[in-house]
């Protein structure tokens, strides 16, 4: 690192930082992991199969939200009761927008799906022996909750000012009912979402289902006390990352690097990650790696797991802001 970054302190999370060249995050990715990225790019681009769910126009779903309602689809669909942690802290960035969600509202939109609140914030990582049965809940009533579950998380990581300018800014000096908070899903982007489990019932889910151990959804690592950092699934040692976007898969840096990111921050190795698994849900494509195997790829030498981590955990040990 140079000596330009010694004041760099980091607060943003870990695919902000990643998104900044100039961030040491992105630079410490950088200088290790790019010698071999080329070819394992090349072998990626050209096993990607054709596009099988076309997207909806952006001016009658978001991308992103289109993208953060499937990952919770996915939680739903491999555990019938998903940590709701992120959703319940989205809900305190909308107070502090001046957007008020009461717990009977929170409670209406989940009781269909088997669900209430919960009382206080889960204290570790909801862990369970996978794979499990998903949940029963009629679909549009599942697509709907799952909309609203990714309005309520992208408030909580882009915190009050998205809560704001978002779809739920409309209800500022409000208290919003389960009818409101439902009616905010387009149907191009419930539209998106039943086309999109089944995708994941005919490709992924029976991928996963040879994986047998511990499953974790949603889970945050050991560095994500420096620096906010939430996977999507964690399958009996198979670290998974799911992407919507309809664009030609070409395992660019930014998903690279998210994914090796989160491998780094399991400091403590409490999953045990032995694999890395990314897949592009509009193209059905499910592509894995061997994670000590693809470090050596990356990096074009020997690379040892528990150095890298070292490593990456004082880089953020001397730039976090949590550290101050």
Known sequence: ???EDDGYIIQRALTGELADIAS???????????????????????????LIVPPAPTSEANPGTIGTAADWLLRFLVHPHPDLDLAMMGCASCVAAGIQIPQATLAEVLHPLGMKPPDRPARAV????GPCEGTKAEPATLYRACWALALLSEAYRGGPDVAALGPLGRFRGHALSADDLLSLAPGAGLNQLARLRQVF????LPALALRRGTWAVG???????LMNADADLVA????LEVKT?????????ADLFQLLGYALLDYDDAFGISAMGLFSAKYGYLATWELNSFLHELSDRHVSLAVIRSQFRDLLM?????RR
């Open 126 to 129: 909801m862990t369970f022996n």
């Open 245 to 253: 976007t309809a664009k030609k898969p070409s395992l660019g840096v």
């Open 24 to 50: 040491p995050v992105r630079k410490f990715f950088d200088e290790r992991f790019t010698n071999g990225l080329r070819e394992a790019q090349r072998r990626y681009r050209e096993a990607a199969p054709s």
């Open 318 to 322: 001397r730039h976090s802001a949590r």
């Open 219 to 225: 889970p945050t690592f050991a560095g994500s006390e």
């Open 1 to 3: 690192m140079s000596a």
């Open 236 to 239: 009996a040692e198979l670290l």
């Open 201 to 204: 019932e005919a490709t992924l």
